[in-house]
């Protein structure tokens, strides 16, 4: 008798798993199927400019009614996934489910919080974008400029688009402040020329390799002429866009909590960005007292090097003295070259994985150098034959101190965001999305982490490093 009934409750166990198995097998399949769906609707022929390929075909409308379709359809998709037990996944799925509805939600809230309206920044936007692509896109063949020359009409009515949109964001009172507006009329000089052959769309012209044949070369430079001056003309109108109706709606008073819906949408972004649910003052006042944490350092260093003055009297020291600063922006390239190898000789005591991409360093291009940061990191890939890419920026070399470079590479190069993107781009058995998806919180994060790992690494020599 206890036979039986032991043979009856494995074969009801043998039963319950095999159905617990077709249910995990279904589940897994429909996390697979909607990722691959997701995939493919937000894939644009636009996207592969970032990517380091010409884009071939109609590029996505950026039309208001069409950013609110997609925005519902995004909701589709983040009902399905929740709809997704999460005890039948693994943990990698549990995470790669959780980064999809993260990426899903940001691009509803954007769209939802209407800053569609407002499509550029202190850095820059739609109008100066290129400066990032032209540089990585292939020019070896005469189909490659053909193929450039046939997505510049997409791009002029991306930047007409764009102003259909401010326009709207005008008359809904969702507007930059003017600081920023002023700040975008200087990053669009040099998109302002008189000629044709001195816009930024005629450097990939001006270098056209030998080889090509000299009728392609004529009709080549032909096209180029028209849709370069067409485009001259949308930046004109742009410009003056910019300059008189924009600025006059800008309010003065900088900050996204003066536009409607604003404190909603900062709110909003503090949970995004620290992935953590905190009020907006929490994040206040820890800054406030990590200020206070670092302040307290910095003073010890200024008595350690026995520096005579006031905090204040330091700083403009480290502003003032010939020798934090490189005579020239070779030698400022160089410094930071250096740096990056010091510091990648370090990595194989730190870490047991390391990359296998590249890097270079090079300096952030003439056409955003202005306004831009000191540097920054610019991902690149297998795919495209693009090595990653440590910005250092030269323009104004009296504002280019010498003392904030270790900090800066150990941060954007290695063992910062290098490191940590290209291992990223190198995972095996995820979700494509999951190999470029971008976190602040932990991208961020890690690259401060590498600051402060710059410290065991010996990367900073000197006090005025550490400072």
């Not at 080889?211 to 430079?221: G, V, Y």
């Not at 990359?355 to 795919?383: C, D, K, M």
Request: glycine letters at 6%.
């Amino acid at each position: 008798m206890k036979k039986v009934k032991l043979l009856t409750l494995i074969i009801l166990i043998s039963c319950q798993g095999n159905k617990n198995d077709d249910t995990t097998i279904k589940e897994n399949q429909a996390l697979s199927n909607i990722f691959d769906s997701i995939e493919k609707y937000g894939t644009a022929p636009e996207d592969s400019l970032y990517r380091g390929f010409h884009p071939k075909g109609k590029w996505s409308s950026i039309a208001y009614g069409d950013q609110q379709i997609k925005a519902d359809t995004l909701k589709k998709y983040v009902a399905a996934l929740t709809a997704i037990d999460d005890g039948t996944l693994s943990g990698q799925e549990k995470i790669s489910k959780e980064l999809m509805l993260m990426d899903l939600n940001d691009q509803i809230e954007f769209i939802h919080y209407d800053m569609i309206l407002i499509p550029f920044n202190a850095e820059g936007g739609f109008y100066n974008q290129m400066s990032y692509s032209l540089r990585n896109l292939p020019f070896n063949t005469a189909q490659n400029y053909n193929d450039y020359l046939g997505w510049l009409s997409n791009y002029d009515k991306l930047l007409q688009d764009n102003m259909t949109l401010m326009q709207k964001g005008m008359s809904k009172g969702i507007v930059a402040p003017k600081v920023i507006v002023r700040n975008t009329l200087d990053l669009l000089k040099p998109w302002m020329v008189d000629s044709y052959d001195r816009s930024v769309f005629y450097g990939p012209i001006s270098k056209m390799p030998e080889a090509i044949k000299e009728t392609d070369r004529k009709a080549i430079n032909q096209e180029s002429e028209r849709m370069i001056t067409r485009l001259m003309t949308t930046y004109q109108t742009l410009n003056k866009f910019f300059a008189n109706e924009y600025m006059a709606a800008a309010p003065e008073k900088p900050g996204i909590s003066f536009v409607p819906g604003g404190k909603e949408y900062y709110e909003n972004r503090v949970n995004h960005y620290t992935t953590l649910p905190l009020t907006p003052d929490s994040v206040h006042n820890l800054g406030l007292s990590e200020v206070a944490r670092i302040r307290a350092a910095m003073e010890k260093i200024i008595r350690d090097t026995k520096f005579k003055g006031s905090f204040a009297d330091f700083l403009q020291y480290l502003r003032t003295d010939d020798q934090f600063y490189a005579k020239t922006p070779q030698e400022l390239l160089n410094y930071a070259a250096w740096l990056s190898k010091k510091a990648e000789g370090q990595l194989p005591k730190y870490f047991n994985k390391l990359y296998t991409l590249p890097f270079t360093v090079e300096p952030v291009p003439a056409s955003i150098a202005p306004t831009y940061t000191g540097g920054r990191y610019v991902g690149g890939s297998w795919e495209s034959k693009r090595a990653g890419i440590y910005w250092v920026n030269t323009y104004d070399l009296r504002s280019r101190t010498l003392y904030t470079i270790p900090a800066l590479t150990v941060h954007e190069a290695v063992p910062g965001h290098h490191l940590q993107g290209a291992l990223a781009a190198e995972i095996k058995g995820i979700p494509k999305f999951r190999n470029r998806y971008y976190i602040s919180a932990f991208g961020e994060g890690w690259g401060l982490y590498s600051e402060y790992l710059g410290e065991e690494m010996g990367m900073y020599t000197t006090p005025y490093e550490m400072f």
